[in-house]
C-alpha cells in the first residue's frame, strides 16, 4: 500500500465515528472515557459486547455483526489503514452495531472495564513461532489473564488459525493450566459438528489457505 493511499485512509479514519484512536498516554493515564462505558455512551444499548483482536481488516468483525444484530462488536488492531476497509464498511451498510479502536493489544485492559466483554475473538494470529517472541502470542498466559480480567465470568475465547503450531501450543497451554476447553479440532471444514459461526465466515487470507489445502483449526474455551 503506497504511502499516500495510508494517508488517505489515516485522514478518512479520523473522520468516522466508528473509529476510535486514543493516544498511549490517555489509556496507561486512565483517561480513556469509554472504559467501562462502551455498552451506555457508545453502542446505547445494553447487549454483549465481542471483541476481535488483531482484526486487520475487519472482515470478521463486520460479518459477525451482520449476523448478530443483537451483540456490539469492536475490532482491535494497531494498523488502522487496514481495518479502515471495516470501518468504511459498517458505515456504508449502516451497521451501527460495530467499532474499530486503534491501539496495541497489550493495553486492552485500559480500554475496558472489568467484566465488560462477553467474548473474545482471536482470527489467524502472528504465531511467533521463535521461542524469543513467546511474550508475543496471543494466547501466552500473561495474555490469558489480560483477558480473563475483562471478560465476564462465563465469557468465552475463540481461536481460529492456520498455524498448526499456534493451534498445539495453545490446547497444550490451556490443558497445562486447567482452562475449560469447549470445542477444538485441528481441521474445521472436516468435521459436520464445527460450529457454523466459524465455518460460515472466511476471511480473503483464509479462502488462500483453503485454495492451497491448509486445514484451519479452532479452539473455543473459558478463561479459569
Not at 128 to 141: M, V
Not at 154 to 164: C, R
Given at each position: 500500500?503506497?504511502?499516500?493511499?495510508?494517508?488517505?485512509?489515516?485522514?478518512?479514519?479520523?473522520?468516522f465515528?466508528?473509529?476510535?484512536q486514543?493516544s498511549?498516554?490517555?489509556?496507561?493515564?486512565?483517561?480513556?472515557?469509554l472504559?467501562?462505558?462502551?455498552?451506555?455512551?457508545?453502542?446505547?444499548?445494553?447487549?454483549p459486547?465481542?471483541?476481535?483482536?488483531?482484526?486487520?481488516?475487519?472482515?470478521?468483525?463486520?460479518?459477525?455483526a451482520?449476523?448478530?444484530?443483537?451483540?456490539?462488536?469492536?475490532?482491535?488492531?494497531?494498523?488502522?489503514?487496514?481495518?479502515?476497509?471495516?470501518?468504511?464498511?459498517a458505515?456504508?451498510?449502516?451497521?451501527?452495531?460495530?467499532?474499530?479502536?486503534?491501539?496495541?493489544?497489550?493495553?486492552?485492559?485500559?480500554?475496558?472495564?472489568?467484566?465488560?466483554?462477553?467474548?473474545?475473538?482471536?482470527?489467524?494470529?502472528?504465531?511467533?513461532?521463535?521461542?524469543?517472541?513467546?511474550?508475543?502470542?496471543?494466547?501466552?498466559?500473561?495474555?490469558?489473564?489480560?483477558?480473563?480480567?475483562?471478560?465476564?465470568?462465563?465469557?468465552?475465547?475463540?481461536?481460529?488459525?492456520?498455524?498448526?503450531?499456534?493451534?498445539?501450543?495453545?490446547?497444550?497451554?490451556?490443558?497445562?493450566?486447567?482452562?475449560?476447553?469447549?470445542?477444538?479440532?485441528?481441521?474445521?471444514?472436516?468435521?459436520?459438528?464445527s460450529?457454523?459461526?466459524?465455518?460460515?465466515?472466511?476471511?480473503?487470507?483464509?479462502?488462500?489457505?483453503?485454495?492451497k489445502?491448509?486445514?484451519i483449526?479452532?479452539i473455543?474455551?473459558?478463561?479459569?
Amino acid at each position: 500500500m503506497g504511502s499516500k493511499n495510508k494517508l488517505k485512509r489515516f485522514r478518512e479514519n479520523e473522520k468516522f465515528e466508528n473509529v476510535i484512536q486514543p493516544s498511549r498516554e490517555e489509556l496507561t493515564d486512565n483517561l480513556f472515557e469509554l472504559k467501562g462505558r462502551w455498552s451506555k455512551d457508545f453502542f446505547k444499548n445494553d447487549h454483549p459486547i465481542v471483541l476481535e483482536l488483531g482484526c486487520g481488516k475487519g472482515e470478521y468483525t463486520v460479518e459477525l455483526a451482520r449476523q448478530n444484530p443483537d451483540k456490539n462488536f469492536i475490532g482491535i488492531d494497531i494498523k488502522g489503514a487496514r481495518f479502515w476497509r471495516g470501518a468504511k464498511t459498517a458505515i456504508e451498510e449502516g451497521l451501527e452495531n460495530v467499532a474499530f479502536v486503534r491501539t496495541q493489544i497489550e493495553l486492552i485492559e485500559h480500554v475496558f472495564a472489568a467484566k465488560e466483554v462477553s467474548e473474545i475473538w482471536i482470527t489467524f494470529p502472528d504465531p511467533q513461532i521463535k521461542y524469543k517472541r513467546t511474550k508475543h502470542r496471543l494466547t501466552n498466559t500473561e495474555f490469558l489473564q489480560r483477558y480473563k480480567n475483562i471478560l465476564k465470568e462465563d465469557g468465552t475465547m475463540h481461536l481460529k488459525t492456520d498455524s498448526e503450531f499456534m493451534h498445539g501450543y495453545t490446547l497444550g497451554l490451556l490443558h497445562g493450566e486447567g482452562h475449560e476447553i469447549l470445542y477444538a479440532h485441528h481441521d474445521i471444514y472436516k468435521n459436520e459438528y464445527s460450529p457454523k459461526e466459524v465455518t460460515g465466515i472466511q476471511t480473503f487470507y483464509e479462502k488462500q489457505y483453503l485454495e492451497k489445502g491448509k486445514p484451519i483449526t479452532y479452539i473455543q474455551f473459558k478463561i479459569k
